[in-house]
């Protein structure tokens, strides 16, 4: 993630909505991937960046109705949510008590994911825009069973995470850090974060838009495997078997052994994050160069997560980044580069 310059020279983050420096007010600007300080008493602000005005823009309506949102839009849309809000399909019922602060973690992190995608030039529309090709999110929790009409076979009203067909579904849950620990825990899993909830799920969508119907397809079966095997069987004895005994080799995560379509999004998911915060330590003169080609990626990456790790053991932490990239795994991430480069258009 890059870090960005108020109109007064001050330097602020991505999650700011005001400046400590000036006291103005901020927005991003998904359209130009910066934050930008508001003048003007509204609903349309002048955005102001070090250089002078940038444009018109209104807030979006999670941002002056609820403030879970700090992304503005332009003023002569039709729109009244910013671009990554427009993609919501179904948020937390905002009467129960704590869903509030749920919903504002997910949105946080749901932010950082589309920053993702507008800083890879990687294609997406809304769902509500083409109900074919389209992207949404549902936010939802699981449901109680209503005690007068529950009867001896109710299920349960489970959430699950996942992605079908362009609708990504977020039990809420996962913004609760206890609640996700335990998960962790009890799935074993080396790191369980919402947005690498994110991340991973858009690998499926991805799949989905660059490599089912294309030339692409072919040279990804080489690399992750023959996605023809049935899914859910292969999930139903990745949970009753676990992985193989020396999955390490092969594969970024437990997990990624499941079925080629898991180990496709866990790779897509460690890509984005990889890359993001590689942008982070650039933009924080951290004497991280920004990489030149993949080798150089992946070197500076290892060098930056090993430092990572050190860091977060210096400081009482589990280590920051907890997964060992092996060459079968480094080729995986060099075919997602490979098709991001060619596919994208930032
Ligand atoms: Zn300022
Ligand atoms: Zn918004
Ligand atoms: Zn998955």
Redesign the pocket.
Known sequence: MNTFHCACGNRVYFENDRCLACKRGLGFLPDHLCQAALEGPGPVFEAHGPDGLIGHYRK????SQHQ????M?PADSDDS??????LNRIIPNLDKPGNREKWLNV?REK?RLIYDLLRLGLPFTAKRDDPRTGLAFAFMEDQEPNQEFVDADWSGGKVFTGHANGLITINILEADDAAREAMRQRMNEASRTLLGHFRHEIGHYYWDRLIQDSEWLEPCRQIFGDDRQNYSAALKRHYREGPPADWQQGFISAYATAHPWEDWAECWGHYLQITDALETAHAMDMGIPQPQDFDHLIETWTHLSITLNLMNRSMGLRDAYPFVLTNPVIDKLRFIHRLIQETASP
């Open positions: 979006c309506r999670n941002y879970v949102c700090n992304w839009v949510f910013c671009m990554a809000c427009r949105e932010r």
